[in-house]
Structure formats: C-alpha cells, structure tokens
C-alpha cells in the first residue's frame, strides 16, 4: 500500500469524498460492471474484465488480497488513486533513493521505472525533483514519435548550515526541480551523490529524485526523513482513445464518442477524447451517450427573470414572459414590460427591488463572514499541525476514527467560553479546563499555550502516543480539536485531582493512607511496565511525577501527559534527543548523556516512590542547601540510618516497618547513577504488586519505631535491633 504524500490537507481528503460521490452520477461503468476499487471509482472506458472496459488498454486489476482493495494499472503493479473522463489517471510510483552509511559506504539504492505503452507523463501536471545536499539526478525517456532518448537532470547541493534557509522553496539549496517536456514515455529516473554525502550524513543520509505531480509536494527541512519512509508519490498520466486523430477515428466503427459529445484531439499524447457538449452531463463514453441538463430545475443554472416561465429544451432552454407582458424574458436580454403600469405596481417594484438588496446584502455579508471563519478554520488546522497528525495516523496504520475530531463550537460551549471557573489546572505547555459536552459527559479539556512549531510536533506527538495505548490506568483521550488558534485535546476527566496535590498539601496534613500510597505506586508502575514491554512499540514517557499521576474518586491512578514521550523502535534500546524533562526528577545519566533509555522512567518513578514515603517535593529552594534535592536527601539519610525522620508522618503512624523498608530499598535501586544498575519498570511492578498482595495475606507486625534506626536497614548487616516508641 503506497504512503500519503506529503503536502496534502486533511479537509481536502474530506471533500473529495463528497466530490467523488457527485462524480459517479455522471462517470459510472458499464451496466452489471463494479465500477469501484476500494474509494477508487473506475468509469468506463476502464474495467475490471472483458465485459466492461473498452479494450485492455483500459484494464484496471482489483487487488483485494491487500490489507485494503488496490486498483492496479492493467495487470501490473502501479497502483491507481484516481481516474478523470478528461483523460488523466494518477497512479502511485516509486521514488527513486540512493543511500550511505557513516563510513560512506552504499547502504541501498534504486531507480524508478514506468513502463505503460498507452500512456505519457503529463507535462502540466507533473515535475521532476531531487532532493538531497549531494544528489544528481536525471530522467530518460523515450519521446512520442521519436526513437531518440530524451536526456535532463539537476543538481541539488547544501550545507548543514543551510538548513536554516529551507522555506518551502525547491530552489537548488537541498531541493532542485525542473518542468518536463510533453510526449514522455517509458521513464527512468536515476539518483546518486558526488561525496557519498560524508560531508552531511548528520542530517541527510540519503538522495531522492522522482517525477510527481507538483501540487502534493512540497519541500522543506523535514523531507529528507518524510521521503525515505513514504517511498511512493502520486504521478499522472495521460490517456486518450487510440492513436488516431478525431478526423480519421469518426468515420469507423470503433469510434467511442457517443450522442451528444465531441471529440477533442488533446496534447501530450496520440489518439482522441470525448467530452459532453455544453448543456449536458454524464459519460461521453458510455452507450448512452450525454444526458440534457434540466437548466430550469435549478435557479442558478439559468437566467430568466420570471423562473416559472423557464422551459427546458434539449442542451439549452427559453424563458418567456407572463401573460400580458412582451420580451424575451432573460436578465441578459429585453426584459418584459408592460405599457400601461399602475403607479402602485411601480411601488411594490420599487420596494421589492429594496427588500432584495437589503435581503441580499445581509445574505452575502454572513456568507462572507462564514467564508472567512472557515479559511481561518483551515489556516489554524495546518498551522495546528492536522498534516503532521494525519500523516503519523497514516504511517502508524491507526484508524482516524480512533480519535474524535471536535469542533471549536463544542468545546467553546462545553467550557461556558473557557470560563475561569472551569480551569482545573495549569502546567507549562497550557491550562485544563473541565468541560461539559451535549449528552452530558464530563471531559478534561487541554488547551495549549500560544506555541511555536516544536510544541506544535508534542501536542501531535501526545495524540499519537495515547491513541496506541489501552491500559484501564492511562487517562484516556477521546479526540482533540484543531480549528482553533491553539491546539486542544479532550480527555476522560479524572475527578480527584494530581497525586502532588494529595501528597504535598498546603497545610502538611496529607489525605491519602499508606495503603492507598503503595497501591498507587503499583498502578503507576504498572503503566509504565506496560509502557515499556508490552505496547505495540515500546514507549519511554519522559516526564514521570505527581503532578502527572491523576486520582479518580476511589484513588485510583491515572497516568497522564505524553506529550514528551518517545516512541522507541524495536530494534534500538536508546534514543539520541534533546533532554527534557523535569527539574528533580531527570535522570543524571540521561542528563549527562543525552541517550533516552527506559532506565530513564526507571530513576523519575524511584523519585516518585521518595516523595510517597516523604511527602516531599523532589526539588525545593528552601531549607538548607543539602535538602533541596529530594533525591540526593534521601540517598543520604539511608547512608546515615536516618530514613525515618525524614519519612511523612501518616506513613510513619501507618505503614509497617518492614513494608517501608523493602519500598526505600526499591526506590533506592531506582535511583542508582548508572542506569543499567536499576532494575526494570517490570521488576518494579512485580516487587510492589509482591508487596501488597504479602500485605493482605500476612499483615506485617505492629512495630513503633526509635528514631535512631537499625545498622542493617538498606546497608549490611550489624546484629539485632529493637526499636522502642520514642
């Protein structure tokens, strides 16, 4: 199945749909003939056997053995996404590539061949293009009506400096394109570099070069990775009847003209097409020929002053006058009149004529302002990123139905206008807002800070990670809105607010128990288990913390913000990207490396598990400069036995003594400097979950605690402790 290209919207995609169901009226197949592939109408003179297409020339194969049906050009493989009775067919080739590796050596490379007799490149539509900082490219093709091999190419160069100028220009800087001449047959496109691209392989690897149709690319900084993982754009070809001219084809038997159409000798190829005259509609080449357009049904479609006076006739109509007027009756002609006209008839003229164009000034005053309102609706999509979105769906093979597009109308009406006292929250990327839709469910909705284009690539980044995640303890999304200036998403609403909101009160005096804690922490950790080792592609969440755990009314954890998440490919441990994250809870060997691994989420939840046990932040400017780092604190007090006085009170009156202590050894291991000393996000989930199902069977003894702690605890064994109340 060949990618989407790039470039193309996704409310064209919508429309189209509309467009093509207009179109099957009038281009449809022969009777007892499929006349679709897929969403890929084929009207005759194309079919998919003897019985419905002209001659084989127009064959079109159904593959229906693919994941989804593919029309296939004759019995080949050019796969087909569109046919027009103005005679063109786009059809999906391959892009030719040329790659190197890090020592500059060849890692793969392929040209681009179009082998399809009756058919030529079409000139008007198409361009040839390379794209790469040390790319050659260059067709050859035979010409119509020539032996002779036609022979161009260009020449694309850059630097890494040069990256900064990309601006949606194919110009010669990383992007080179030229028109192609008409009559271009049986297609070679070739592809290579002067330099093995040694000097650019940070960033561009690869060359491309490919003839496409020049609407649905279009170039910049992100192609050289988009081209290589789409491999095939969309290409179109003319056809016509034949390879005879109209004059010579209309006086034999074959001629595929029907009743009421012309015939048209059209350039860029041999033969003929037809086309309906004007005042008619339909096939030109089905048996029944062209259909009358009934003019008088439609107000728009003629002209007659008095539209009941209109009469239609055979690929035209007449309008006449009411009894007692004369003329010809059309607003283009003598209109009709009267010779005796009474001075109040020349009044309700007059005032008829007013209420017009009041009634017509209003009406095109909030059609144009509807206009408007739906341009900028578009603007605000693409800038909102609905390319990037569609695109990623696309490549990752998820449903678009998987996340609900919503408009800017319900959720402006959800939220009272985003009203203050909806927001439930604030963080850095923007506020949340709690929204009330039509039937009445409540939704969280995420409205995202004016944002430049990187944010723009995490808010698309977060939808694209959640709709690939089914875990009952991930806050669920239900769809996102992007017609607005700002991006929105809109999640399930999670009613009980953060796990730092319940851990880090204001007053001290903290309202969820230590059992509710531990189990908290297994939920939590259990997400992130999942995460890692049984998604569909492993997934490295980046920004672990409270103030990202949601708690419904039973406290049960919701683990929510994807928007720094990474997807990991399966065959990489570690990914190379910007750090981020936040202050307290980053992993040092990520912070010092720059290489994302799981260990990452592994050091942010051992953070997370300090702050259960301490009701603690993990970064604070108060208090002495030793404390402020949560982690380095904690690590600390256990070298110096002094985990209980630093634990929180309710967890200190609650919590078993041999509970806490097996949680502080975990979370210890979780925070050891070197990642690969750290147990697994599922090692964690099982010792937890050990821990809580140990707690229900045997409850651990009632044991007060001294605040001067045992030698062994978290270090090596010093003999027998007993610890009295203090």
Known sequence: MAPMPPGITLYLILFSCLLGAEASVGSRALLGCEDKCGNVSIPYPFGMDSRCYLSRAFLITCNKSASRPQPLLGGGNLEVTNITLEGQVEVMTRIAMDCYDASGSRVSWNSSRLRAAMYTISNNRNKFTAVGCDTYATVRAKRKGSDNEYVTGCISYCNKGDTKGFNNSCSGIGCCQIPIPSGL?????SVTSYNNHTHIMDFNPCSYAFIADETKFT???RSFDELRKIKYLPMVLDWAIGNETCKVAEGKSGYACKQNSNCLDPDNRSGYICKCKDGYNGNPYHPNGCQDIDECKS???????????CVNTPGNYTCSCPKGFHGDGRKDGTRCTQNEV?????????????LVVIVGSSWLFFINKKRKLLNMKRKFFKKNGGLLLHQELHERQVSTETVKIFTAEELKTATKNYDESHIIGRGG???????????GTEVAIKKSRVVDQSQIKQFINEVIILSQINHRN?????????????????????SNGTLSDHIHCENGDSSISWEIRIRIATESAQVLSYLHSAASTPIIHR??????????????????????SRLVPMDQTQLSTMVQGTLGYLDPEYLCTTQLTEKSDVYSFGVVLVELLTGKTAHSFAGPEEERNLANHFNKSLRNNRLFRILDEKVAKEGAVEQIKEVAKLAKRCLSVKGEERPSM???AQELEDLRRLTCQHPWAEVTLNIEETQFLLGQTSGVSTYVSN
């Open 185 to 189: 047959k049986n297609i070679t496109v």
């Open 299 to 309: 107000s728009s479609s003629n002209n007659c002053v008095y539209k009941t006076n």
């Open 429 to 439: 990327f923007g506020t949340v807002y709690k929204g009330i839709l039509k039937k």
């Open 543 to 564: 920004d672990v913390k409270p103030a990202n755990i949601l708690l419904d009314d039973n406290y049960t954890a919701k683990v929510s913000d994807f928007g720094a």
């Open 219 to 221: 170039f910049n900084s």
């Open 474 to 494: 991930v806050v669920r999304l239900l769809g996102c809105c992007l017609e607005t200036e700002v991006p929105l998403l809109v999640y399930e609403f999670v």
């Open 682 to 684: 599922k090692e964690v």
């Open 342 to 354: 009474k001075v109040i008839e020349i009044s309700i003229a007059i005032s008829s004529c007013a």
